[in-house]
């Protein structure tokens, strides 16, 4: 497996989001097992860079990733998330030093280790001042206790407004064939600033990979089944997406997933993707783009496509976005 650079911080090209392996997807939590054999499996092929969050589950996923990682810790870029869970008895988001502190600490418990490779805030709280919440990471940074700090789904000046009080490696956000809006503002500052861009569902939730052409099969409980996206006219009309994707893919020899992620890694060095999955044979799949090299010609075609009908979240949670 390639590797990468986030502001400093060397990672696999292509990760592994954990998230689904435990919450919103359809079958979630139904096989710890077959999710540890993945995670270890994504160590083998040299995909390192594991990415979870204390919200999700919420604990539960944290707590799934320290025992697949147990005496493989050093093998790791562990990175995972505060500020959507309160600790100090106020409403999330919380992104104060105190609860900063008390997230830490539970965070490095439930993953079995001493130190963090890369900790994100998981959404801007817009009632805590984004210097003293990155001042909070500093500190925890001197200490020990983190090695990089991220936010995820930050608008631009916020960005620059933490990068000025301590550097920020990674940005995380939704990047993909069906959401290019990061390219606007958010990835050119962070390739001023030299910071890394962490795409997340960089397969559109799954829908990026082909199968899945109507909500059939989908959980009741599956959050895509009120996602803008999937719902309504929205899913019927991006399916022109999907099915470019695949003719790409047929003449690539590849994997409608394959050609989504391998579009992502042509946009350059900085950037890696975290797909999730929780079977080992997408994980395979996924890894396998590492060694994809599309022409020209299907770059271009792929930047033709006219991104996703619909808005990305449903209302409330868009409305934390780009803080």
């Given at each position: 497996?390639?590797?990468?650079?986030?502001?400093?911080?060397?990672?696999?090209?292509?990760?592994?989001?954990?998230?689904?392996?435990?919450?919103?997807?359809?079958?979630?939590?139904?096989?710890?097992?077959?999710?540890?054999?993945?995670?270890?499996?994504?160590?083998?092929?040299?995909?390192?860079?594991?990415d979870t969050a204390e919200v999700y589950g919420p604990y539960v996923n944290e707590e799934l990733v320290g025992r697949a990682i147990r005496g493989r810790r050093d093998e790791v870029v562990l990175a995972t998330k505060f500020g959507l869970v309160s600790h100090t008895g106020g409403p999330g988001p919380d992104s104060t030093p105190a609860?900063?502190?008390?997230?830490?600490?539970?965070s490095l418990?439930?993953?079995?280790?001493?130190?963090?490779?890369?900790?994100?805030?998981?959404?801007?709280?817009?009632?805590?001042?984004?210097?003293?919440?990155?001042?909070a990471l500093s500190d925890l940074v001197a200490t020990g206790k983190v090695r990089h700090i991220g936010l995820s789904e930050a608008s631009a000046t916020t960005i620059r407004r933490a990068h000025a009080v301590h550097p920020v490696a990674a940005v995380q956000t939704e990047y993909s064939l069906w959401t290019r809006d990061p390219e606007v503002?958010?990835?050119?500052?962070?390739?001023?600033?030299?910071?890394?861009?962490?795409?997340?569902?960089?397969?559109?939730?799954?829908f990026l990979t082909g199968?899945?052409?109507?909500?059939?099969?989908?959980?009741?409980?599956?959050?895509?089944?009120t996602n803008p996206r999937f719902t309504g006219d929205n899913l019927t009309r991006n399916l022109r997406i999907v099915d470019e994707v695949r003719d790409v893919a047929d003449e690539a020899g590849a994997t409608p997933a394959q050609i989504a992620?391998?579009?992502?890694?042509?946009?350059?060095?900085?950037?890696?993707?975290?797909?999730?999955?929780?079977?080992?044979?997408?994980?395979?799949?996924?890894?396998?783009?590492?060694?994809?090299?599309?022409?020209?010609?299907q770059i271009a075609r792929l930047n033709a496509l006219t991104p996703a009908s619909g808005d990305r979240h449903a209302e409330p949670d868009m409305a934390a976005i780009d803080g």
């Open positions: 497996m390639h590797t990468t650079s986030l502001g400093g911080l060397n990672v696999s090209r292509i990760g592994l989001g954990a998230m689904g392996m435990s919450a919103y997807y359809t079958g979630a939590g139904h096989d710890e097992a077959e999710s540890i054999r993945t995670i270890r499996r994504a160590l083998d092929l040299g995909a390192t860079h594991l609860n900063i502190r008390a997230a830490v600490d539970g418990r439930r993953l079995g280790t001493d130190h963090i490779d890369l900790y994100y805030q998981h959404r801007v709280d817009r009632g805590t001042p984004i210097e003293e919440t990155v001042a503002d958010v990835l050119p500052t962070l390739r001023e600033l030299g910071i890394g861009l962490v795409p997340y569902s960089p397969l559109g939730h799954g199968d899945i052409r109507s909500l059939d099969g989908l959980d009741a409980t599956d959050w895509r089944r992620l391998a579009w992502i890694l042509a946009q350059g060095e900085g950037i890696a993707p975290i797909p999730g999955t929780k079977r080992v044979h997408r994980l395979e799949e996924n890894c396998a783009t590492d060694s994809i090299r599309l022409t020209a010609g």
